[in-house]
């Protein structure tokens, strides 16, 4: 099954709706509720990054029945320092995404901590992308 | 401790979920900070806040939280509600410091996660 969200940036109001809408598929499909809290937990923050530090991007997602493999493609800026921002603490946030309750550079760990297998490839001036892979059984 | 209670302890205006009011929680985790709450795993607990956006219903969403206490009067917007209701999640206004509501809670007998 392959899945495919637009993310706009800025769009706070919207931001967790491509997650929320993998959530519920994922529920449909039965997979157990702690995997897809932690798929939900990863891609949210991952798509809340896309929101908030990049112009926007898409979300994809490919399903089947081993496990489940998310993308977060976003437009730019990139990350010119991809160690620096795993490290928890770490943070460019404006104070916009600060007053939403993040920025306190705990998403990109946070989603490595819930994923079995992440990789984030950056280009400074192109984008990023964000690769999670988690297993469903 | 049956929500309903809590609701009392905290003197806080059920804003939706009232069909249940019956049910009983026994934890709960307090910050304004979402990244903290995506970090709860598989406990589920109540969780107090101040932040009152669109993504503190998100966030309790992704980490199927559905018990939420507003403190400091932060009142949640129709659209919140609407998403909540969705969810199926109850919600609380209440009117004292995030440092009130902690210790009237913990001094009737709710836990904490960690």
Known sequence: ????????????????????????????????????????????????????HAYGGVVTADIDAGKILVRVIDKGPGIPDIDWAMQEG?????????????????????????????????TVGVGTTVEMEVNLS | MKLSEIAKVLNAKVVCGHDRLDEEQD???????????????????MIVTGLCTMQTIRTCEMGN???????????????????AEDEGMVL????????KACGLLWEAGLKPIY
């Open chain 2, 65 to 83: 939280l559905d018990i939420v206490v507003f403190v400091r009067k932060k009142k949640p917007t129709e659209e919140m509600i609407e998403l």
């Open chain 1, 1 to 52: 099954m392959h899945l495919e969200y637009t993310v706009i940036e800025g769009d706070f109001v919207n931001a967790g709706s491509a997650s929320s809408s993998i959530k519920k598929t994922l529920k449909q499909l039965n997979v157990n509720p702690s995997i897809v809290k932690r798929v939900v937990v990863a891609l949210y923050e991952a798509e809340v990054n896309a929101i908030a």
């Open chain 2, 27 to 45: 934890k709960a985790f307090a910050s304004d900070l979402m990244s903290d709450i995506l970090t709860l795993g598989d406990n589920f607990p």
């Open chain 2, 92 to 99: 609380m206004e209440c009117d004292y410091s995030m440092f």
């Open chain 1, 90 to 122: 770490n943070s460019t946030a404006s104070p916009e995404v600060r007053n939403m309750g993040f920025g306190a550079g705990m998403g990109l760990p946070n989603i490595k901590k819930n994923v079995d297998r992440l990789n984030v490839q950056s």
